[in-house]
């Protein structure tokens, strides 16, 4: 019996997935035996490592012959398997983490519910409702009850669970009346975790408002508190040389809203929010509560206020390229007061450089299309505007939706195009490396290159490292385990792949020497073999190459690396196909012998 009902399971679970191959309606069925052999050979990879682990610490104990490479084994293995298995050095993946947020575990049952009058619908197909609202969703008595705050995710899949009239009018009145209406869009409930979130900072008026809508219950009044503790930590980093767009968005002269903000004084507070300030010395920057995405977006890119590359308002195409030219002139004049003289090369790669900035036309031809899109045209007056403000370096592109009348849209467009634009600092950092691949360039002229974006990126990476910090990660392990620089990818890189090739240059020699000795053309088969290895070897190697080197280009099919490629991709594929067709061939053969019963070999015998 106990070797029976392993074949039984066997052979269904192989029928399955064969027939399911074939006929449509049983792919559901054959995906579900999929899943159970995923199980099973999970279960089989931990006996297999037990069973290692058995064999070797046998032969330490016994101290038999070789017993010292088994403790090496072993040794590797349990290595390799913690650092692989607790993802040592792995960063959490982006994703799934939730930036800007805090939470507190908060139960279901504690959420309030709502309701409105009908029944969940059954499909024909008996397909449950949605798995993020299975949990928040049931009915009692006529009543359709959803526990909790419905989230857009949740309502997009319950108005694609049925397409009926009535259950499309109950979702979309459930989901209005779960709303939370005082902090709409900073407060979520996760039914998955069974936690509350709240995004940013969390002010005295925002902890009131949390109160309300949570009651006050013992239960909602400690979720509430240690949801604000969380909101309120403070996380501070030291900066070197804030930007002076970040200091003059930071107002000293603001007054400290009475928010419970525990402000130091003479610390400064953004006008824009309630949580960011830098200290009296402009060393130290620190953020209350979680840093979110917008303001991380802020700090790092809209108060520093990084000058982009205006583009060229010429009056024509061949005016923009002679003021391209004239620019990449004057630049040139400009570096060489730093230095030595550019070579004629460099001075090229300058112009090439110049002459990928944008026209004008481009971004008046965006706001344009915008303007369309909102049924309004784009007037000559505005357009010349667009022109003259775009492209002057001493007036702020901000002034352009003040002294312009476009549309919201309009100015929208505007914007998006000049963010796309390179940073001044960027594009000198680019111009730099063009002109450092046509020649040298002094150290005061690097300098004067990339002293600039070196400053942009640290100060980014600053930023990036506060929004970091002040995050508290949800999902230490989910990053991927080889990931680059987690001490697996170190184990991989520098110990499996220099051991794998050591061993790998060891059997050259061998197969090298194995080869001497059996290819002896003794026949026409052996003729062959030995003078295709002898093609394969050489038109790999230098000398091949080196040998064949004088044959015409007329004449390059004699050449032994072109010999070697025909070989490869002829001979040899065609071998390896009919190597391939009568595997598969045997595996149909051997499978459906273990199938029939015929073959119990795998078992451990042969015997029926």
């Given at each position: 019996?106990?070797?029976?009902?392993?074949?039984?399971?066997?052979?269904?679970?192989?029928?399955?997935?064969?027939?399911?191959?074939?006929?449509?309606?049983?792919?559901?069925?054959?995906?579900?035996?999929?899943?159970?052999?995923?199980?099973?050979?999970?279960?089989?990879?931990?006996?297999?490592?037990?069973?290692?682990?058995?064999?070797?610490?046998?032969?330490?104990?016994?101290?038999?012959?070789?017993?010292?490479?088994?403790?090496?084994?072993?040794?590797?293995?349990?290595?390799?398997?913690?650092?692989?298995?607790?993802?040592?050095?792995?960063?959490?993946?982006?994703?799934?983490?939730?930036?800007?947020?805090?939470?507190?575990?908060?139960?279901?049952?504690?959420?309030?519910?709502?309701?409105?009058?009908?029944?969940?619908?059954?499909?024909?197909?008996?397909?449950?409702?949605?798995?993020?609202?299975?949990?928040?969703?049931?009915?009692?008595?006529?009543?359709?009850?959803?526990?909790?705050?419905?989230?857009?995710?949740?309502?997009?899949?319950?108005?694609?669970?049925?397409?009926?009239?009535?259950?499309?009018?109950?979702?979309?009145?459930?989901?209005?009346?779960?709303?939370?209406?005082?902090?709409?869009?900073?407060?979520?409930?996760?039914?998955?975790?069974?936690?509350?979130?709240?995004?940013?900072?969390?002010?005295?008026?925002?902890?009131?408002?949390?109160?309300?809508?949570?009651?006050?219950?013992?239960?909602?009044?400690?979720?509430?508190?240690?949801?604000?503790?969380?909101?309120?930590?403070?996380?501070?980093?030291?900066?070197?040389?804030?930007?002076?767009?970040?200091?003059?968005?930071?107002?000293?002269?603001?007054?400290?809203?009475?928010?419970?903000?525990?402000?130091?004084?003479?610390?400064?507070?953004t006008p824009v929010s309630d949580y960011l300030f830098l200290g009296p010395d402009l060393t130290d920057l620190t953020v209350y509560g979680p840093l979110t995405k917008a303001d991380r977006n802020n700090l790092a890119n809209v108060w520093p206020q990084w000058e982009p590359v205006r583009p060229i308002a010429g009056d024509d195409a061949d005016h923009s390229v002679e003021l391209k030219r004239?620019?990449?002139?004057?630049?040139?004049?400009?570096?060489?007061?730093?230095?030595?003289?550019?070579?004629?090369?460099?001075?090229?790669?300058?112009?090439?450089?110049?002459?990928?900035?944008?026209?004008?036309?481009?971004?008046?031809?965006?706001?344009?299309?915008?303007?369309?899109?909102?049924?309004?045209?784009?007037?000559?007056?505005?357009?010349?505007?667009?022109?003259?403000?775009?492209?002057?370096?001493?007036?702020?592109?901000?002034?352009?939706?003040?002294?312009?009348?476009?549309?919201?849209?309009?100015?929208?467009?505007?914007?998006?195009?000049?963010?796309?634009?390179?940073?001044?600092?960027?594009?000198?950092?680019?111009?730099?490396?063009?002109?450092?691949?046509?020649?040298?360039?002094?150290?005061?002229?690097?300098?004067?290159?990339?002293?600039?974006?070196?400053?942009?990126?640290?100060?980014?990476?600053?930023?990036?490292?506060?929004?970091?910090?002040?995050?508290?990660?949800?999902?230490?392990?989910?990053?991927?385990?080889?990931?680059?620089?987690?001490?697996?990818?170190?184990?991989?890189?520098?110990?499996?792949?220099?051991?794998?090739?050591?061993?790998?240059?060891?059997?050259?020699?061998?197969?090298?020497?194995?080869?001497?000795?059996?290819?002896?053309?003794k026949n026409i088969e052996a003729l062959l073999l030995l003078g295709t290895a002898f093609i394969i070897l050489l038109g790999r190697t230098f000398v091949g190459v080196w040998l064949t080197g004088w044959i015409p280009q007329e004449l390059s099919a004699f050449k032994m690396d072109e010999l070697t490629v025909y070989v490869m991709q002829i001979f040899n594929v065609a071998g390896n196909r009919?190597?391939?067709?009568?595997?598969?061939?045997?595996?149909?053969?051997?499978?459906?012998?273990?199938?029939?019963?015929?073959?119990?070999?795998?078992?451990?015998?042969?015997?029926?």
């Open positions: 019996m106990k070797r029976t009902v392993p074949l039984i399971i066997t052979g269904v679970a192989g029928l399955i997935l064969f027939v399911s191959a074939f006929v449509p309606i049983m792919v559901k069925l054959g995906e579900d035996v999929a899943v159970w052999f995923d199980l099973l050979a999970g279960i089989a990879f931990i006996l297999g490592g037990g069973n290692l682990l058995k064999v070797h610490l046998k032969k330490v104990s016994d101290q038999t012959a070789g017993w010292g490479y088994s403790a090496v084994t072993i040794v590797a293995f349990l290595a390799t398997l913690y650092v692989g298995l607790f993802k040592l050095g792995v960063t959490p993946e982006a994703e799934p983490e939730k930036y800007g947020e805090s939470f507190v575990i908060y139960p279901l049952s504690a959420m309030p519910t709502f309701t409105v009058a009908g029944e969940i619908p059954v499909r024909t197909d008996e397909e449950p409702l949605p798995a993020s609202a299975v949990r928040n969703m049931s009915e009692d008595d006529g009543q359709i009850l959803f526990r909790g705050w419905m989230s857009e995710q949740q309502q997009r899949e319950l108005l694609a669970y049925d397409q009926h009239r009535v259950w499309q009018e109950a979702v979309t009145i459930l989901f209005e009346a779960s709303q939370p209406k005082l902090l709409q869009g900073r407060i979520t409930y996760y039914t998955d975790h069974e936690s509350l979130s709240f995004q940013g900072y969390m002010t005295d008026t925002d902890f009131e408002q949390l109160q309300q809508m949570l009651g006050n219950s013992p239960q909602a009044v400690d979720a509430a508190r240690l949801l604000r503790t969380a909101a309120q930590r403070g996380t501070t980093i030291r900066v070197r040389r804030p930007p002076a767009g970040v200091v003059e968005a930071l107002d000293p002269s603001a007054a400290f809203a009475d928010e419970g903000v525990p402000v130091k004084s003479g610390e400064r507070r004239e620019l990449a002139a004057a630049f040139v004049l400009e570096l060489e007061t730093h230095g030595p003289k550019l070579t004629d090369d460099q001075k090229k790669a300058v112009n090439d450089q110049f002459a990928t900035i944008t026209d004008v036309e481009v971004l008046i031809n965006a706001i344009r299309s915008a303007g369309d899109a909102e049924g309004v045209a784009l007037t000559a007056g505005d357009e010349r505007l667009v022109r003259f403000v775009a492209s002057s370096p001493d007036i702020p592109f901000e002034e352009l939706a003040r002294v312009t009348r476009l549309t919201p849209g309009m100015t929208a467009a505007a914007r998006e195009f000049m963010s796309s634009q390179p940073t001044q600092a960027l594009f000198k950092q680019q111009l730099a490396f063009a002109i450092l691949k046509e020649g040298p360039l002094s150290y005061e002229q690097k300098e004067f290159l990339f002293a600039d974006y070196r400053d942009e990126f640290k100060w980014k990476q600053t930023v990036e490292m506060l929004f970091l910090d002040s995050h508290v990660t949800l999902y230490p392990w989910s990053g991927v385990h080889e990931q680059e620089g987690s001490y697996f990818w170190w184990c991989i890189v520098y110990l499996y792949r220099p051991l794998t090739s050591t061993v790998f240059a060891m059997l050259a020699f061998y197969v090298a020497s194995a080869a001497f000795r059996a290819f002896r053309a009919a190597i391939m067709i009568g595997i598969a061939l045997g595996i149909a053969s051997t499978s459906l012998k273990v199938l029939l019963g015929i073959d119990r070999s795998y078992l451990g015998s042969g015997d029926d």
